[in-house]
């Protein structure tokens, strides 16, 4: 396996790959404030993006998909503009998806030009500085993934909002007037984008009762990405196919353990996994588990 970056400014200054996890760190210098995305390529002929942010002199990143390509090339491009979201990026057909953690269970996404919000909670400190939401979706009613001050201090004043069916009865009638209702295995096409509705329950507790709570499969632009919102590994996860990023939740006694995530997760191979929800959970162990040896990668993020 060989990895080589790109020499000319912006530059990068470091360069290793683990021994143990194959990852790759990189170390970028950079203009402080500026905004960097950075690039791989295995053949200098297609290049995805891995991530944008904001330099404080320089940008360190670990590539956790490193270990599967035998040749990997670096580049970074300056961006200009403003409201641009930072995070870990996903390439399409039709532009760049990008991923943003807030805390817990909430987070934001560039969906190709279209604002996403997850279970925005918090007020809006959390989202100081970031674009407002175009669509907001709410997986369930619980204090920890719904708040409606939050959904109005964040939101555009068009906003849809996409919640499941206990949530929208709680709904301010301002916001219920722009909210779609889905029950489990329901769709929507938003966007350019299709929105399917997945059931999320328990099978050894009570917090959320089976036919209640949604997670969600967003396709967009050929690229499917799954929210877990709270559940545990039920049957109707594990049938999930040809995923390319997963959010899922771990954390006892709500969801699940760190190991039965993991055996989920190996069950239905999404390409990319982030864990969240995670209070008090080891994700490293959890990235043990899940292993290198289908090919998935796992993104531990800052989520607390």
């Not at 409201?83 to 934001?108: E, K, Q, R, Y």
């Not at 328990?202 to 799954?226: E, F």
């Not at 239905?268 to 998935?296: C, E, T």
């Amino acid at each position: 396996m060989s990895a080589i970056a790109q020499i000319t400014p912006p530059s990068f200054s470091f360069i290793q790959r683990n021994k143990s996890t194959k990852e790759i760190l990189l170390r970028l210098s950079a203009t402080k404030n500026t905004l960097q995305r950075i690039e791989t390529s295995p053949d200098l002929s297609i290049w995805t993006p891995l991530v944008i942010a904001k330099s404080t002199g320089y940008i360190q990143y670990t590539d956790s998909g490193a270990p599967f390509p035998q040749t990997l090339f670096y580049r970074a491009v300056q961006l200009d503009g403003t409201n641009i979201l930072t995070g870990d990026c996903l390439g399409t057909t039709n532009g760049t998806i990008i991923f943003h953690p807030i805390n817990h269970a909430s987070f934001v996404m560039d969906l190709c030009g279209t604002i996403a919000y997850v279970d925005p909670v918090g007020g809006s400190s959390p989202y100081a500085g970031l674009p407002k939401a175009d669509i907001v979706f709410v997986t369930h009613e619980h204090s920890d993934h719904y708040d409606s001050a939050t959904i109005n201090a964040i939101a555009r004043s068009n906003a849809i909002i996409v919640v499941n069916k206990s949530v929208y009865s709680l709904l301010p009638s301002t916001l219920k007037a722009r909210a779609i209702s889905l029950t489990n295995n329901q769709s929507t096409f938003l966007n350019d984008m299709i929105v399917d509705a997945v059931p999320a329950y328990n099978l050894t507790q009570s917090y959320h009762p089976k036919g209640r709570d949604n997670g969600y499969v967003l396709t967009v632009y050929g690229k499917k990405i799954y929210i877990s919102g709270d559940t545990e590994d039920i049957p109707e996860i594990k049938s999930l196919t040809d995923i390319d990023v997963a959010f899922v939740c771990m954390n006892l006694p709500y969801t699940m353990s760190v190991s039965t995530a993991a055996n989920l997760v190996r069950q239905f191979k999404p390409k990319v996994v982030y864990p969240y929800h995670s209070r008090d959970s080891n994700v490293a162990q959890f990235k043990s588990l899940v292993g290198l040896d289908l090919g998935i990668e796992v993104r531990i993020r800052t989520w607390y």
